[in-house]
């Protein structure tokens, strides 16, 4: 590891520092792969007979990758009627998913080394899957022994918590999404690709305009037990890989929860204070959202919501509202995770965690 890289060049923690690299890591994730007229290069790395023709697709992952995987499979039912689905490594092995020569598997992680990916993704070749990575590091196990790669240009991430790798992975997933659409269709979503150039600048934004309401947004949640996290469609994958930087960095329960899914039970343990972090940036979802949330405010829930609409009223729904820049519906993800982020840094560090090495939690897990 290059030592200037993994300096904290100023930064307290890694966390932070790392927080801060993602427009960076973004657009070198993206360079050499989209050309100036927002044409596709992929056929390097990713041969068009892997993405043909295919039956299904399954995604492979743990934790953070886990979580990048079902935003993929998000993307790829929007552009593709092939059916998709999300299994976690540690699980995989021991169901019986269909899995033959006309399966694409989506393996992601960012060491390359996880024990629990790693059997997944030889139990998937065995069944004869194309094996397709997408990882960080270069020569890993993973990256070695799969049919095809698709590197993160993260760079180093040193922080046990995964925040630019994360971005990074969805980067790759909106390139690939949009690569498998072309090969298969003839045609792809030029817009998201237009906009997803313009994330890394809206990431600054977003973080110049709220790192300071989110550092006091934190203290909320300095003696909190618990925290749910809201989202629907696109954004409960997102609240789900909220409510993992939390709990990790914070060691405070998070819970993610389609937000349908509040009245079908959980509603029952929001009273006064409950935290609540609600995310309603899918423009089909909103309204919905906003009426679940206007009932678990009148509860007496602390709702912090996240939004990307600025003309819709949100003052019976939410304690606090953060806008992200506008963007592309299916790019939104990336600005709101950036949110969570520092807010989940900021809690742990008024907290007195140890920001970049939570208890209990190594960076690569190489055992199953
Ligand atoms: O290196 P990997 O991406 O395979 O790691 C998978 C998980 O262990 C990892 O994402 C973990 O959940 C992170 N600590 C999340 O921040």
Redesign the pocket.
Known sequence: MCEIQTKKQGYEHFMLKEIYEQPKAITDTIAGRVGANNELDLTGEIPKNMVKNLENIIFI??????HASLFGKHLLEEYTDIYVSVEF?SEYPYKKVRTNERTLVIV???????AD?LSAMRAAAAKGGKILAI??VVGST?AREADAVMYTHAGPEVA????K??VCQLTCLCLLAAYIQEQNYGRFDQDMIKELKLIPEKINQTLAVYEGTLESYANRFRDAGDAFFLGRGLDYASAMEGQ??LK?TTYIHGEALAGGELRHGPMALIEPDVLVVALATQPELVDKMVSVLKEAKTRGADILLLAMDKEKDYSEAADKVLLIPETHPLLAPMLTVVLMQTLAYYTAKVRGCDVDKPRN?V???TVE
């Open positions: 992952g743990c934790g953070t990758a886990y490594a992601i992680s960012q060491s390359g080394e996880t990916t990882t960080n993973i046990v918590a995964s925040t790798a994360y993992l930087k990790e939690l960076k690569s897990v």
